[in-house]
């Protein structure tokens, strides 16, 4: 009954982000707007972790196997990726350096700027 | 074998036991390459083309599987609130960080998508794909991309930045574990988070921050870019 209950709470918030979804005048994707209802109910303490501990453990802990599906789903979309698979391999590959060294040196000036702050104030 | 594989239970079955067998050799090799959802997609490809299984069959159990998909995601929130402490009190670098890393993410996706000629709908695939699986795919679903090469792209981003970050670490100078963990976390989110972690919990529970952080600061630029 426990377990039924979260189940309850969890697809119950995921059912009213959908109807936001539907509601907004932008494209945001209802599963994030799940995720910021649910921070938000446990920021205001609408909801407690207990609550949902045991659903969220299980979801979380597995969520590589719930994507499964969609990954195989490429089947249907080789013939497009045929052409362009070294390109996404090379994307990644540059992408990952780039993103790594631009956050490192924003974070590094960050830190150094609120020390400088710091020593002045 | 069409007739026989016509259920959702198939599907659903399939799928478990592949991910199943694909956590075992994970475990068996300690290879990054070797990751479950990597091989268990390969196995089951590999299953459906060698038995000449409709996908159309495989799909009715794994509709099911997709179901989970927005409840997971929901299920974030209860990770980042775990962590809201230290949220609080690095908020600033945090920000920043994720900010900057999403926005190069995108921008450097964008134009060598543009270099390499790429289709939009593929382009548009590709853009979010430094973000964790869940929202990554809602933002390529939302603006006219196709899911499952977001699935495949984040995976092999992640993949890169888990057998790179030792490297980068090293590279870029990084001597500041709440650097680090941010910067790991920006580029190769939960699969960079497992390797974040063997560094140290400070470096552990920043990446897992920035999964998040970085997840929703690319869905709202999405909403400007795509």
Same mark, same amino acid.
Not at chain 1, 96 to 102: D, E, H, I, Y
Not at chain 2, 15 to 35: D, E, P
């Given at each position: 009954?426990?377990?039924?209950?979260?189940?309850?709470?969890?697809?119950?918030?995921?059912?009213?982000?959908?109807? /936001? @979804?539907? &509601?907004?005048?932008? +494209?945001?994707?209802?599963? =994030? #707007?799940?995720?910021?209802?649910?921070? *938000?109910?446990?920021?205001?303490?609408?909801?407690?972790?207990?609550?949902?501990?045991?659903?969220?453990?299980?979801?979380?802990?597995?969520?590589?196997?719930?994507?499964?599906?969609?990954?195989?789903?490429?089947?249907?979309? /080789? @013939?497009? &990726?045929?052409?362009? +698979?070294?390109?996404?391999? =090379? #994307?990644?590959?540059?992408?990952?350096? *780039?993103?790594?060294?631009?956050?490192?040196?924003?974070?590094?000036?960050?830190?150094?700027?609120?020390?400088?702050?710091?020593?002045?104030? | 074998?069409?007739?026989?594989?016509?259920?959702?239970?198939?599907?659903?079955?399939?799928?478990?036991?592949?991910?199943?067998?694909?956590?075992?050799?994970?475990?068996?090799?300690?290879?990054?390459?070797?990751?479950?959802?990597?091989?268990?997609?390969?196995?089951?490809?590999?299953?459906?083309?060698?038995?000449?299984?409709?996908?159309?069959?495989?799909?009715?159990?794994?509709?099911?599987?997709?179901?989970?998909?927005?409840?997971?995601?929901?299920?974030?929130?209860?990770?980042?609130?775990?962590?809201?402490?230290?949220?609080?009190?690095?908020?600033?670098?945090?920000?920043?960080?994720?900010?900057?890393?999403?926005?190069?993410?995108?921008?450097?996706?964008?134009?060598?998508?543009?270099?390499?000629?790429?289709?939009?709908?593929?382009?548009?695939?590709?853009?979010?794909?430094?973000?964790?699986?869940?929202?990554?795919?809602?933002?390529?679903?939302?603006?006219?991309?196709?899911?499952?090469?977001?699935?495949?792209?984040?995976?092999?981003?992640?993949?890169?930045?888990?057998?790179?970050?030792?490297?980068?670490?090293?590279?870029?100078?990084?001597?500041?574990?709440?650097?680090?963990?941010?910067?790991?976390?920006?580029?190769?989110?939960?699969?960079?988070?497992?390797?974040?972690?063997?560094?140290?919990?400070?470096?552990?529970?920043?990446?897992?921050?920035?999964?998040?952080?970085?997840?929703?600061?690319?869905?709202?630029?999405?909403?400007?870019?795509?």
């Amino acid at each position: 009954m426990k377990i039924l209950c979260q189940v309850g709470v969890i697809f119950g918030v995921c059912w009213v982000s959908q109807i /936001l @979804e539907s &509601l907004l005048p932008f +494209a945001f994707p209802a599963s =994030v #707007i799940g995720m910021l209802v649910l921070l *938000l109910l446990l920021i205001t303490r609408v909801l407690r972790v207990e609550h949902i501990q045991e659903k969220s453990d299980f979801l979380l802990a597995n969520m590589a196997f719930f994507f499964l599906p969609a990954g195989v789903s490429i089947l249907n979309y /080789l @013939e497009e &990726l045929r052409s362009a +698979a070294l390109a996404l391999v =090379v #994307i990644c590959l540059v992408t990952t350096v *780039l993103v790594f060294a631009a956050t490192a040196f924003s974070i590094r000036l960050t830190l150094r700027l609120m020390g400088r702050g710091k020593r002045h104030g | 074998m069409a007739e026989w594989t016509a259920s959702p239970f198939f599907g659903v079955a399939l799928s478990i036991l592949a991910f199943w067998a694909a956590g075992k050799l994970q475990k068996r090799t300690g290879l990054v390459l070797c990751n479950p959802l990597l091989v268990s997609i390969l196995l089951v490809i590999a299953v459906l083309t060698a038995l000449k299984i409709p996908y159309e069959n495989y799909s009715q159990g794994g509709d099911l599987i997709n179901l989970f998909l927005a409840p997971a995601t929901a299920c974030l929130a209860v990770a980042i609130y775990s962590r809201i402490q230290i949220l609080k009190e690095n908020w600033l670098p945090i920000l920043v960080g994720c900010t900057v890393g999403s926005a190069v993410s995108m921008g450097s996706v964008w134009a060598l998508c543009r270099l390499f000629r790429l289709e939009e709908a593929l382009a548009v695939s590709l853009v979010p794909k430094s973000v964790t699986t869940p929202i990554a795919v809602s933002v390529a679903e939302a603006h006219g991309g196709i899911p499952s090469i977001t699935v495949v792209a984040v995976l092999i981003t992640g993949v890169c930045g888990s057998v790179t970050a030792p490297l980068l670490i090293r590279l870029f100078r990084v001597k500041d574990p709440v650097t680090a963990g941010l910067a790991i976390g920006a580029c190769s989110h939960a699969l960079g988070t497992s390797k974040a972690l063997e560094l140290g919990e400070t470096e552990g529970a920043m990446s897992g921050l920035a999964i998040g952080v970085c997840g929703l600061i690319t869905v709202i630029f999405s909403m400007f870019l795509l």
